[in-house]
């Protein structure tokens, strides 16, 4: 079995569902038909989470301090928006909206300043939990919006890669972070929605966020304990 889960089944935004946080990007896509779309989406869902777990495997390998890098987000969306999009792997050129949410995204001129700002913080913080780190990374990377579409997903991803390096271990399972969000994001948008509505107060509060990821890693890890011991828990 995929160690992606049953998401491999769906699209990479996974089912439809109320009150979807959603970019419309101001290009053209490549693939125009909803069918293929949906297929091409699955497909480019399990190729990204691969090179995700490769990025993880690879750091640990190294046994150096890791380092997150705009150039493996950059890989990350390429991975989910190839043959989907023009700009699969490219910050996006203009202006951005996400319908569903109140947050308004930065102009398209600083994101590439913001995505190294964002590197820098978990470079810089390694002191802080793996929880947090990935936490910061969630909401960040959906706060700057650097790409034209897949910035739910290459979010989702980076997230767990940062939370996976700095456990120090490759978190598989059936029941991956990433796959639970995609089958229930009300939870996701709301600490989405949370952490915006902080920022925009003064200082960005992820503690909702934090909560989430919490939760839903007490929940993969169930999982994996049912796969190494045949019992359910």
Partial sequence: MSHLGPAKMASAEGPEQPQRRHSVPKNAETLADPALRAR????NGIRQFDLGMRIVEDALARGEPFKLRPSQLQALHREALQG?????????PAGIEIEGSTHRPVGAHLVPELVEDLCEYVNGHRDRSPIHLAAFVMWRLNWIHPFTDGNGRTSRIASYVV???????VLRGKNTIPDQIVFNRGPYFDALEAADRSSRAGAPDL?????????MLAVQLKSMMEDATNKTF
């Avoid at 989907?84 to 996006?92: D, I, K, P, V, Y």
């Avoid at 503690?207 to 939760?215: D, I, N, P, V």
């Fill in 40 to 43: 091409r989406e699955a497909e």
């Fill in 84 to 92: 989907l999009s023009e700009w699969a792997g490219n910050w996006r």
């Fill in 163 to 169: 939370l996976c390096i700095s456990l120090k271990s």
């Fill in 207 to 215: 503690t909702k966020m934090e909560e989430l990821l919490e939760g």
